[in-house]
């Protein structure tokens, strides 16, 4: 399958694999799972499997098996490229950071080839992440050359906001990643809802309509002039004085904690690329900051492509290299 290959996005909390059509541009089928580095690493620690590597290759065979059954055709010999918490400390190899300045055209990343064995039969890519003073990513910076990929126009200099559990701004500038910042936006949510005071005060995320957009709109409003912690134990107050129910109190917590990632964002073209699911909060976010204007939105579907787009993209650098 000489036009194909194989995308693996291995997060800390989730595994999405895909396979790509690299003439058509397509994705051809994908299969996603719950099974994030933390859980598999901690499944290893477990297992009676001294060797890292083969047991981080088992659960990648079985996802390929999934994925070839699913698509319907043999998948041996298709090249894989994986990037994201796989090549962290506990990944299945640790390779070391990338420093900034970082090019999007992939020159700077680190990356090892990992060759096809009578276990596995597929020639693997292994992408590391970038590194600066205080702050570390893995996976982000696909999804950055992946979107410098897509567009029609490049923007000189812009932040490029990635929502998420560990949200990334990214600042870009004359084609290369010149610093970013990580948010803990997306894990503090689930920890203030499930395993803080909060949790008989906040329900479960319900649908988007215009009580609770009103909700989330006031919560992004509060925290930028507010202190956070303040305003946190609000929401129990409020729920106990019947001024807030609680799917309101959901997105007013989404709310707080997103215009919190919000504060002191510089004055500059702005480009969001986030999913469908995050893509309406954040959007009006920005609506209700007065940044609207400034900002470019990548469609929800294009945003589902950034990272195989990035990894295509380092390895045809990897092959012209070679």
Not at 44 to 70: C, G, H, V
Not at 288 to 314: I, N, S
């Amino acid at each position: 399958m000489p036009n194909h290959f194989l995308s693996c996005d291995w997060g800390a909390s989730n595994f999405r694999l895909k396979l790509i059509d690299r003439s058509s541009s397509r994705t051809l089928a994908g299969v996603a799972a719950p099974r994030g580095i933390q859980s598999i690493h901690e499944a290893w620690r477990k297992s009676e499997m001294p060797d890292r590597m083969t047991f981080y290759r088992m659960t990648i065979k079985n996802a390929i098996s999934q994925l070839s059954e699913k698509y319907g055709e043999d998948l041996s010999g298709c090249p894989l490229v994986l990037s994201g918490m796989a090549s962290s400390s506990i990944g299945m190899k640790e390779l070391p950071y990338a420093k900034l300045p970082v090019s999007l055209n992939g020159q700077g990343l680190i990356v090892e080839e990992i060759p096809a064995s009578r276990d596995f039969l597929h020639d693997l890519l292994l992408i590391s992440g970038v590194q600066k003073s205080g702050d570390v990513m893995r996976g982000e910076e696909m999804q950055a050359i992946g979107w410098h990929k897509m567009q029609d126009v490049t923007l000189p200099e812009y932040l490029l906001i990635l929502p998420g559990t560990h949200s990334k701004h990214l600042r870009i500038k004359t084609g290369k990643i010149v610093d970013f910042q990580t948010y803990m936006t997306g894990e503090l949510y689930q920890v203030l809802k499930n395993h803080s005071m909060l949790k008989n005060s906040v329900g479960p995320e319900q649908e988007w309509n215009a009580r609770t957009q009103f909700a989330f709109a006031n919560g992004v409003e509060a925290i930028q002039k507010g202190n956070l912690s303040n305003l946190l134990f609000s929401i129990r107050a409020k729920g106990l004085q019947g001024n807030l129910n609680k799917t309101e109190a959901a997105a007013y917590l989404s709310g707080l904690l997103i215009g919190n990632e919000f504060l002191n964002i510089p004055d500059q073209s702005i480009v969001l690329c986030a999913d469908n699911n995050l893509n309406p909060y954040y959007t009006l976010a920005m609506e209700v900051l007065g940044m609207k204007d400034r900002c470019t939105f990548v469609l929800p579907e294009q945003a589902g492509q950034v990272v195989w787009r990035g990894q295509l993209a380092v390895l045809e650098r990897k092959r012209l290299e070679s």
